[in-house]
């Protein structure tokens, strides 16, 4: 969860609203396979996005992403 006492109270409410779809929870998986993003289960929307993959540019806070790059691992796992 974010800290608030790191950060200013506005900016604090900013970043949860960022994080809706809970993305913090899951920066342990940047660096591994995209692959092991199936085992888990999810309270919100999944969009796995591998190297180079078309994707619709809708953006919904409620839908975690997980980016991956050529060689098929995590690099980014962010709401939107």
């Known amino acids: 969860e974010i800290s608030c006492s790191l950060v200013g109270s506005e900016m604090c409410i900013r ?46 806070l409620n839908r975690i992403n997980f980016m991956g790059d050529q060689q098929g691992n995590i690099t980014r796992v962010y709401c939107g």
């Not at 960022?18 to 199936?38: H, I």
């Not at 309270?43 to 078309?54: M, Q």
């Open 15 to 60: 970043d949860r609203e960022m994080d809706r779809c809970g993305a913090s929870q899951y920066q342990q998986y940047v660096g591994k396979p995209l692959t092991a993003v199936e085992s888990l289960r999810f309270e919100h929307a999944v969009r796995v996005i591998p190297y180079n993959s078309a994707v619709t540019m809708d953006f919904n």
